[in-house]
């Protein structure tokens, strides 16, 4: 009897971890069920916010190329900011020199009188006809409109003829900006390394050095272009210039 028993034994004992096994299967499969179906409900209300918010792959498409624009509009507004700086100083400096010239005038005149058949202009009208920041602000106008070779040619008049001033390295900067709109890359570079020489202590040199780096990059020499972009990092860490040159970097490394 005992003999007949003990292969039924033996087949329940091996059918229970098998058992146990298909139970544990199912368990897992039921679970991961669960989550596709979970993974599906989820991607549907995705899908219905999508659609509610009107969001699509060309408006993600749009927003971003609104940051690439973003980005050059940050860039542009900085050029920009930089003259209207470098214009309230200068033209608080042209009220005192003018100022100056209007109560020299009377004394001027008291000494020599001219004549009644048309004399030649006095130095002092001949020094106001050859105002500094006048040259200098039609020559920026020319650049504003577009007039690259005007400009350049008016910022170099006003080099030949004010060599001391304090706009001369300023005249250099927009040399090299009319070269750089003009994609006159190299002749842009030059003017750039000039700027540096000359005036390596003047409020330019970071704007310089930011585009001396783009100028390098636009010529497909991006490796010296990065070094540049670090090194004005390095020199100017806190600088509006080094945080331009920190995202083009960053726009090489992703």
């Known amino acids: 009897m005992k003999l007949k028993l003990l292969p039924v034994l033996m087949a329940l004992l091996l059918s229970l971890p098998l058992a146990a096994v298909k139970k544990d299967t199912q368990v897992i499969l039921d679970e991961l069920q669960k989550l596709s179906d979970d ?28 940051q690439a624009d973003l980005a ?15 214009e309230l100083t200068d033209l608080k400096n042209s009220l005192n020199k003018l100022d100056d010239r209007i109560m020299s005038m009377p004394v001027a005149a008291a000494g020599t009188q001219p004549a009644a058949t048309g004399a030649p202009a006095t130095t002092g009208e001949a020094a106001l006809t050859q105002d ?10 020319d650049y504003i409109k577009e007039n690259f070779d005007l400009a350049i040619e008016g910022f170099r008049q006003f080099i030949r003829s004010f060599p001391e001033s304090g706009l001369a390295d300023n005249s250099l900067y927009w ?28 409020d330019k040199v970071a704007a310089a050095i930011l585009k001396k780096g783009y100028a390098l990059i636009e010529m497909g020499r991006q490796s010296e272009g990065l070094v540049i972009l ?22 090489f490394s992703e």
């Open 72 to 86: 050059q509009s940050k860039e542009n507004f900085m050029l920009s900011m930089q003259f209207f700086k470098e």
């Open 230 to 251: 670090k090194e004005l990092i390095s020199r100017f860490p806190l600088s509006e210039e080094a945080s331009l040159a920190g995202q083009k970097i960053k726009e």
């Open 132 to 141: 500094p920041s006048s040259i200098y602000y039609a020559a920026y106008s």
């Open 39 to 66: 993974i599906a409900r989820l991607s549907a209300q995705v899908t219905e916010l999508l659609k509610k918010s009107g969001i699509n792959d060309e408006k993600i498409s749009a927003i971003a190329r609104n």
């Open 175 to 202: 040399i090299a900006e009319c070269y750089y709109a003009k994609k006159k890359y190299q002749d842009a570079i030059n003017t750039f390394n000039e700027l540096l020489a000359k005036y390596n202590d003047g």
